[in-house]
């Protein structure tokens, strides 16, 4: 009955979002089946999309269909199509899993952050430092198909890592800008993955100082993230 009335509660975002859906009967053979979301406090890019997808267990009686449902107070910042969540721009979107004719249901959130882009940091701001960086993930090399590496002053994002190779070293390459040559705090290095949509900040903190270089070739300067690291909103 409770999972019910969760479903009930939730026909207004149906309607919102230009769908209503009329669960059909099922079979009583729902007894002890639960289902969960796939996704646990996801992280995405704007621009970027999130497969809905979750788990029975044991497993779906009557392959019933699953129904999404998605809210939050920007309606804009996302669209659910085709079972995916994109990404529009900044927010928080509750996502709701139900199957069965509501007897199991799940929710889950999703933190979408602004797309990382290159302003034009290079006639924005007259100082940069550069890091010559080898980054891991979790123990692994950083993926630059996947993943993407930026470097925020005072809460803005002044840099974005660049993966090249010299000498047949494979490093990335980050510029941090800012408008004055000291006094811009720490620089925190974030890191975001679209595959696992994890948004990873690194534990090391660097004071911000103008035509400083960090790392070579030789010696490559380390950054690194963990899951365990703290994971927070912008």
């Not at 729902?30 to 289902?35: F, I, K, L």
């Not at 999130?50 to 029975?56: D, E, I, M, V």
């Not at 004055?180 to 974030?190: A, D, I």
Request: hydrophobic share 40%; glycine share 6%; aromatic share 14%.
């Amino acid at each position: 009955m409770k999972k019910l009335l969760i479903i009930l509660t939730l026909l207004p975002l149906l309607t919102s979002c230009g769908d209503f859906f009329l669960f059909e009967q099922e079979p009583d053979d729902w007894e002890g089946v639960t289902m969960k979301i796939d996704f646990r406090d996801a992280y995405l890019m704007a621009g970027d999309t999130l497969p809905l997808t979750a788990t029975f267990t044991p497993k779906n009686p009557n392959e019933s269909p699953i129904y999404w449902f998605a809210s939050s107070d920007d309606s804009e910042c996302f669209k659910v199509f085709n079972d995916s969540l994109v990404g529009l721009s900044s927010g928080t979107v509750s996502v709701m899993a139900s199957a069965g004719g509501g007897m199991v249901s799940d929710i889950a959130n999703v933190t979408i952050i602004d797309k990382w882009e290159d302003p034009g940091f290079q006639t924005l701001f007259p100082y940069d430092m550069v890091f010559y960086a080898e980054v891991t993930v979790d123990g692994e090399a950083f993926d630059d198909s996947t993943m993407m590496l930026g470097a925020y002053v005072f809460g803005e994002l002044r840099g974005i890592g660049c993966m090249k190779t010299a000498f047949d070293i494979n490093y990335i390459e980050l510029r941090v800008w800012a408008d004055s040559e000291s006094l811009q705090g720490n620089v925190l290095f974030k890191c975001y993955d679209r595959t696992s949509h994890k948004f990873l900040e690194c534990e090391d903190r660097v004071e911000y100082s103008a035509y400083t270089t960090y790392g070579t070739l030789s010696n490559l300067y380390p950054i690194t993230f963990k899951s365990n690291d703290n994971e927070e909103d912008l």
